[in-house]
């Protein structure tokens, strides 16, 4: 269910954008995976924004709200890290959750800068 909520997801990118109110901002939208790390990572969603940020999208699918935990959050963030460091991409990178019902509130909650879930992929 994972993969099929991520394909979704992609279909979706407008209302992504939208959701995280960037929708008239320029933008490059990609997956990206590691050709160096070890173990390899890959980033389900990328947004490069013309205003030098780049929001590094997780996508995760769960019956409920999704808990983030310590262990997660650091795969996150080592992703975004070997993201940067392959890069070289200057921009400011902001961590960006979409889930099914959205995450339940918790210490590694407050480390992620948007968060968008299900229901805004098919606002109106």
Known sequence: MGL???RI???HVQQIKQALRID???TLVYSWRSKT???AVQIDIVIERAD???NI???KYSQ????LDKEEYNKICRRSNAFCSE???RHTPWLTMITTEGLIRGKYTEMIQSQVKLDDLFAI
């Open 4 to 6: 099929t909520f991520e």
């Open 9 to 11: 997801c992609m279909a």
């Open 24 to 26: 008239a901002i320029s």
């Open 37 to 39: 790390s070890t173990p």
């Open 52 to 54: 030098n940020i780049v």
């Open 57 to 59: 999208c997780e996508v």
């Open 64 to 67: 409920g709200e999704y808990a």
């Open 87 to 89: 890069t070289g991409l």
